[in-house]
């Protein structure tokens, strides 16, 4: 869902669609990007992983049982495999595994049918998108629109694709810089729930990074930080020497009386800028918010996290 956008607007808020316009298409195709964009969004975010020839696709997940048809293709059935991805086995399909030839010839499906059961109307219709078609929408729409189209691209497990021989933060940068994406002031943020990767594209580019904050656990490549830590001052300035803002899990900015947890004056505090994912229907604190009272029942999803932002 896209939130109102004229009213976040007027706030000063940027919206970011999360994986496009998830709720409407299977996310992470072009048409749930393009939807997103025709909704209003500043901002899509697509999930980035490579492909074996070192392609950056996106994908929420490098195994993509989920999101495509993969396991219903018999060629590719020895393709299943087994393996650990930041200290977790996972088995499936692997991007890393297929050229993009073979991964074109993939269809995308809605990843959550039970919860989203309007978008398995277009199961088998889309390819996996590639960065670079990404960016040709972004570009295409800007020339149609008139209004810059921004990128908030995730590097997913940069460090796991590293120790295979796929570095997603250079991929990404020289791609973004071809595409004459630099600075400050391009409508781009690349973010990352790892730290080294950022720290090294802060030297990189003059593109601004976000450090994606959940709640709970810490950076896959480096076990010694936990998320908490980062919330603290001292780690909110520690991150604010390489990005310019953090995304944070919902749950993290208000506690369970709905009274803001204090994350985001302390950001504001080290000059972060706050970014927030995600809330749709199925989140377990939506009714929580419902409960809230500030909102009435029938009001959207979109404007229970605009009121929710406002509150924290
Ligand atoms: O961009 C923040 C958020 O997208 C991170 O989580 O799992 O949706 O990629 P995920
Ligand atoms: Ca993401």
Known sequence: LVPSTA?????GMLIIAHRGASGERPEHTLA????????????????????KDGVLVA??????SGTTDVAERAEFADRRTTKVI???????WFTEDFTLAELRTLRARERLPEIRPQNTAYDGLYQVP???EIIQLARAKESETGRAIGLYPEIKHPTYFAGIGHDLAAMLVEQLHAAGYEGESAPVYIQSFEVEPLRRLSAMTGIRLVQLIAAEGGPADDPSISYADMLTPEGMEKVARYAVGIGVAVPLLLDEQGEPTGVVARARAAGLTVDAWTLRPENPFLPQMLQMGEVP????????????????
């Not at 749930?32 to 492909?51: C, F, H, K, N, S």
């Not at 994908?59 to 993509?64: C, D």
């Not at 029942?297 to 924290?312: H, K, N, S, W």
Request: hydrophobic content about 40%.
């Open 7 to 11: 009213l976040a607007q007027e706030d």
């Open 59 to 64: 994908r929420h997940e490098n195994e993509i």
């Open 130 to 132: 590639t960065l670079s």
């Open 86 to 92: 930041d200290g977790q086995e996972v088995s499936g």
């Open 297 to 312: 029942e029938a009001t959207g999803c979109d404007d229970l996290l605009f009121a929710m932002l406002q509150r924290a």
């Open 32 to 51: 749930a990007y393009e939807l997103a964009i025709d909704q209003g969004a500043d901002y899509i975010e697509p999930d980035l992983v490579a492909t």
